[in-house]
């Protein structure tokens, strides 16, 4: 709940910092993938740091990851597409159902499933389909590989910082599995 109020708040006190949306119509709209993928890294590992900080707290720890990363996307992407803070907030509590599917070989695929819905609701785009799916196959692909990076990164790095790089790159590999959604993402034209 602590998350979800904090990625809700978060966006909204820095909403006016910085580039917001401009309409389709006024100038050329970039994919800003740059930005999408150092911020998913960044909110990755700041997600990977805190949640580790506070210790076992299951779906708090996994809430705090997704706020974290939904925030910085939130920063990545206020001026390419009309969301707000809802998006960090639908990404926070996304995340939270990591532990209800985490023995599940299909849980990456299902915990996708859930922040994709989550984060287009009242969004009014074209191409919510290829998000919601989308995340679905990156987080369950990224599930699948998540054995290859925490905990290997950790025996070289050590366990605080591999933990913090790992969840890092667990975001990052996410980001790019995402980048093609994320181009179908579009506002709808406004119909005058």
Known sequence: ?????????????LGNIGKAFAPSGSSQRTLPWVQWVIASF????????????????????WAVYGAALGIMQWFALRGYLPIGGWWAVASAIGWAFAPLF???????????????????????????????GG???????V??????????????????????IGWGLVALLGAFLLL???????????NS
């Open 143 to 164: 599930a699948l590989l998540l054995p290859l990076l925490v905990e290997p990164l950790g025996n070289a790095f050590g366990f605080v910082l591999g933990w913090i």
């Open 42 to 61: 960044i909110g990755g590992a700041l997600g990977g740091a805190f949640s580790g900080a506070m210790g076992n707290q299951s779906f708090g720890n």
């Open 102 to 132: 985490g023995g599940n070989p299909f849980g990456g695929f299902i915990i996708g499933l859930a922040i994709g819905f989550l984060q287009t609701i009242g969004l009014n785009m074209e191409g919510k389909s290829w998000w919601i």
């Open 180 to 190: 093609l959604p994320l181009s179908r993402l579009n506002p709808k034209p406004n």
């Open 1 to 13: 709940v602590v998350s979800a109020i904090i990625a809700y708040i978060v966006p909204r006190a």
């Open 135 to 141: 995340n679905a196959l990156a987080w369950g692909l």
